[in-house]
């Protein structure tokens, strides 16, 4: 199901894009169909490429998808509402469909031509991942390399897993620069993983994970952290920071903190901004800035559903606290020289 150019929106995000992306960016731009639309990567191992994009169209009759460049690498579609069947063909061939039901997902192999014509309305989540991603989930985890992902399109498959994860993933597609690197590479890597062994038939050799991270490992990772609070986080150079794959790294810091990694990192952004709400004069955005929130409005939104009040009314809440302290001690201080006064 390649969906073309024509009547539908289509939504993207990014972690980091390198020089080394822009041959693969222009060829995914003329595999969907958009002409000068951005597309957004996350980066794995060796530089090799996921994307995710929502794709859908509120009207019938699409029409026809076009062709594509050949690649070495799946598109993973995940139905986020109930689509009629449709006509399709894979090079040339027409092949058997059937009505998706929401969350259902199918994998298309795309070193074959696949079209169709896309007669109903449809919203779709599009995980498009490199052969090469999928080759570098097996190395980490120990294992041969996968010939192919089987999940046709008439099977009529419901994965939860993927449904869940994918659709976590939601409201950084409607908000990308909201949205935290370390999160969706986390989530990124359990959907790449999940796939792997379910539609792969991939069956991994992880380490068990009998305690959490080693002293020094705990101490490089929360310091890693820790310094990178008002910016981006890699899952991938933590992990390699701490000489830990990427699996065996989030097993180990949730054994050790109780936390997946992204996860303490939202945590302690509260905990500062709450420091810098108390004990400086920062106005909302600079302390924004200074936690790694995207503007005032991403850093109220946070903080307001971890804490359930606004940064505004926490401010104020301490600062109230803070004068009716310092009058209770004035006060004692008043007595007691009083006191004093009258024994002397």
């Known amino acids: 199901m390649v969906l073309g150019a024509r009547r539908y929106e289509r939504t993207t995000w990014k972690t980091t894009v390198t020089d080394e992306m822009d041959s693969r960016e222009r060829l995914h731009t003329s595999y969907i169909g958009v002409q000068d639309t951005p597309t957004l990567f996350v980066t794995t191992l060796q530089k090799s490429t996921m994307f995710i994009n929502r794709e859908r169209c509120d009207v019938p009759n699409h029409g026809l998808t076009p062709d594509y460049p050949l690649e070495d690498a799946f598109a993973v579609y995940l139905m986020l509402q109930a689509m009629p069947s449709w006509s399709m063909w894979c090079d040339g061939k027409p092949r058997p469909v059937a009505d998706h039901r929401a969350g259902e997902i199918a994998i298309y192999n795309l070193d074959q031509l696949w079209r169709a014509d896309m007669t109903a309305r449809f919203d779709c989540l599009h995980i498009h991942i490199a052969r090469a991603a999928i080759d570098e989930i097996a190395w ?171 940064p505004t009314q926490f401010r104020r809440a301490r600062l109230s606290k803070r004068v009716e302290t310092s009058a209770e001690i004035s006060a004692a201080s008043t007595d007691s020289s009083l006191n004093d006064s009258i024994v002397s």
């Not at 792969?200 to 101490?219: C, D, H, I, N």
Request: hydrophobic letters at 35%; a positive charge.
């Open 140 to 310: 980490e985890a120990g294992t041969q390399r996968i010939k192919d992902l089987f999940c046709p399109p008439h099977e009529n498959t419901l994965d939860p897993v993927v449904y869940s994860l994918g659709t976590s993933l939601l409201p950084a597609l409607e908000h990308p620069e909201r949205a935290s690197q370390l999160f969706v590479e986390h989530v990124s890597y359990a959907l790449n993983l999940h796939i792997a062994i379910t539609y792969g038939k991939m069956q991994p050799r992880f380490a068990r994970v009998t305690g959490g991270l080693s002293p020094w490992q705990m101490r490089r990772a929360t310091d890693y952290l820790i310094d990178r609070l008002d910016g981006e986080v890699s899952l991938l150079d933590l992990a390699n920071y701490c000489g830990l794959s990427r699996s065996h790294f989030s097993r180990s810091f949730k054994r050790s903190t109780g936390y997946a990694p992204h996860q303490w990192l939202a945590r302690k952004r509260v905990e500062r901004a709450k420091d810098l709400l108390v004990n400086t004069t920062l106005s909302l955005s600079d302390i924004a800035i200074q936690c790694g929130y995207a503007d005032q409005s991403h850093f109220s939104r946070a903080f307001s559903t971890r804490t359930s009040v606004t």
